[in-house]
């Protein structure tokens, strides 16, 4: 198991039993079938259309009625999700701790490994200890400190939350149904450049 980490952020399981949801996503509770209208408009009252939402729409409209309008989840959670929400919890910790004590790497390795502490099956919290003691030692030099091509990485911000409007490439008008958000794993700066970083984990060899 590796995690890929990417320098811009960016499958549906079959049926599957499904449970009533007791609160929906905020502003996910519109279902895309209607064509969107275009204008100049006030976004803070549209309604959130996240990448998670387009990926299960795309891979599913029924799948995406039942999860984001009807308020549905499934009761079972496949294993590649609860393992890739475990190592995104460790790595979450990772950057806060990279962000608030930038000069303590020993800090980040032990944050993290603290917010695996719960896991209660012992195969995946060995495995996603692994995962997360790679990582550290991928991303550190010798002397502990956070580099990239040999220059100090600074951490600005952690899962941070962005909207945007929902542009139609052919024409260049804003959506008046739905606009963009989502979260950035970790916004950097690196030689005076911003940057974003995107984790993604995988069963394949990334070497």
Known sequence: MAVRREGVASASEGPAPWSRRTEARA??????????????????????????????????????????????????????LAFGTLGHRGLEAWWIAARDYPDDSTCWLEAAVAALAQEQDPFRSARAHALIIGYHYRWIDADGAHLHKGHRVEV????????????????????????????????????????????????????
């Open 27 to 80: 502003g996910e509770t519109a279902e895309p079938t209607t064509p969107p209208k275009e204008g100049n408009v006030s976004h803070h009252h549209l309604p959130l259309l996240t990448t998670s939402a387009t990926k299960v729409f795309r891979a599913c409209p029924r799948r995406y009625r039942y999860e984001y309008v009807d308020g549905y989840r499934s009761a079972l959670t496949p294993e590649t």
């Open 156 to 207: 600005l911000a952690v899962e941070a939350e962005f909207r945007a409007p929902l542009v139609n490439p052919a024409t260049g008008g804003e959506s008046r149904t739905f606009q963009r958000a989502g979260k950035i794993d970790a916004l950097v700066r690196v030689a005076g450049q911003c940057y974003t970083v995107e984790h993604k984990t995988s069963a394949e060899d990334i070497t």
